[in-house]
């Protein structure tokens, strides 16, 4: 059961990662196309590295330690190597200020239209554990949003004491 609560969240991880509005930095020397492709990139890459600690977890479980070792490996790669060029060639990491913002907006996202959505969806469908699930996780999301927003207003604040 355990195993099917993970594998459902590393599926509306995907959902969110799908589903964000693209980072507010970007690398604006590079053609659109390129943007784009390195974008689902590293939906693509992150997934991965998600679903397959998910998977070496399940093969430590049940006692095949090659194959848990053999998935970290591979995930390690997925997000230190693969992930980490496409977002240096995307641009995706901006000043503390700017991350912030730009988390802010996915977090507002989740918060306000995404998890709402998602929630109502499943509940008119019958889905009530999802639908209850999805109405928790929005709360966390706001959570985040708001830790968020004190961070930012307190880096604004120091920075504004610096000049
Ligand atoms: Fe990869
Ligand atoms: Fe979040």
Do not use: C, W
């Amino acid at each position: 059961m355990k195993t099917n609560i993970s594998l459902a969240a590393l599926i509306l991880t995907a959902g969110v990662l799908s589903m964000q509005p693209a980072p507010a930095q970007s690398n604006a020397s590079l053609h659109e196309q390129t943007k784009q492709n390195l974008s689902t990139a590293m939906h693509g890459e992150a997934f991965a590295y998600a679903k397959y600690m998910a998977y070496a977890e399940q093969a430590r479980k049940s006692g095949d330690t090659a194959l848990a070792n053999l998935l970290e490996k591979t995930a390690k790669t997925e997000r230190l190597e693969h992930f980490a060029e496409e977002a240096r060639l995307a641009g995706l990491v901006g000043s503390n200020a700017a991350n912030l913002k730009d988390a802010i907006k996915g977090e507002s996202y989740e918060t306000e239209t995404m998890y709402r959505e998602f929630a109502e969806q499943a509940e008119q469908a019958g889905d009530h554990a999802a639908a209850q699930r999805f109405e928790e996780i929005r709360k966390d999301e706001a959570k985040h949003r708001d830790a968020f927003t004190a961070a930012l207003n307190k880096l604004e604040k120091k920075n504004q004491g610096d000049q």
